[in-house]
C-alpha cells in the first residue's frame, strides 16, 4: 500500500492468489504513486459479506466510495477519476 498522509481515495477489493488482483495493484500502485494518492486493499475473503458480494468479479477498484472497474485497471481511468 502507498504510504500517504491523505486518506486513501482508491480501495482495491481482491483476494490472495489472484493474478488480475495482482495487475491491478500494479496499475494503483503507480497511477497513486504518480499522482500522490494512497489505497487501501481489502481481502474479500475475510469477509463473508464481501465475498458473497464480488465473488468472481475480483479485482473491484472503487474510487472516492464509487465502484470503478472490476477485473481490470485502465491507468488513463483511474488517472482521470483521481483528478476530478
Known sequence: MSASPNPA???????????LCDEARAVIEAVCAELGESYVEVDIDTDPA???????????????????DFWRVDPVRLRTALRR
Open 9 to 19: 481515495r482508491v480501495t482495491l477489493y481482491g483476494r490472495v492468489g489472484c493474478h
Open 50 to 68: 464481501l465475498r458473497e458480494r464480488f465473488t468472481d468479479e475480483v479485482p473491484v477498484t472503487f474510487v472516492d466510495g464509487r465502484q470503478h
